[in-house]
């Protein structure tokens, strides 16, 4: 009779300790987080007929300094490519202009280290010339 008891009592023993077990297990399982996507309809992006296209090549622009010193441009004769720019800094203590033969661009008096900042889209080239002191040339050549 005891020995029923105390088996009874084993198993018994045995399903706590093993529920026990059970439930730390449970408890301590690796808390995965688990992303569900609710959205289940694919996120159609909008303007799907129009492809984006650059509207200009993802060629480098530079830019190109030619500095006002001493009563002259420097460089006198520069070649830029199209879609570069120039900018004209004036190192001279009295004012000067780069404006061009043509009129297609000028810049404002230039003061002591004041700049002027043009881009060149168009091929071909640009001759301009100091406003207060003509004898003052310069020419940009742009190529493709
Ligand atoms: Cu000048």
């Not at 404006?99 to 661009?105: C, R, V």
């Not at 640009?126 to 207060?132: E, G, R």
């Amino acid at each position: 009779m005891n020995t029923k008891y105390i088996v009874i009592l084993a198993v018994i023993a045995l399903l706590a300790i093993g529920g026990f077990y059970f439930s730390i297990n449970r408890n301590s399982a690796p808390q995965i987080p688990v992303e569900f996507n609710n959205n289940s309809t694919p996120v159609i992006p909008q303007n799907q007929n129009s492809v984006s296209v650059p509207t200009s090549p993802d060629v480098p622009k530079t830019t190109h300094a030619i500095s006002i010193q001493n009563f002259a441009f420097s460089p006198t004769l520069i070649t830029i490519k199209k879609g570069d720019s120039i900018v004209w800094i004036n190192k001279d203590s009295v004012a000067h202009t780069a404006t061009s033969d043509t009129g297609e661009f000028g810049s404002l008096s230039l003061s002591t280290n004041e700049n002027y900042n043009r881009v060149f889209n168009t091929v071909g080239t640009f001759k301009y010339h100091c406003t207060p002191h003509p004898f003052m040339k310069g020419t940009i050549i742009v190529t493709e």
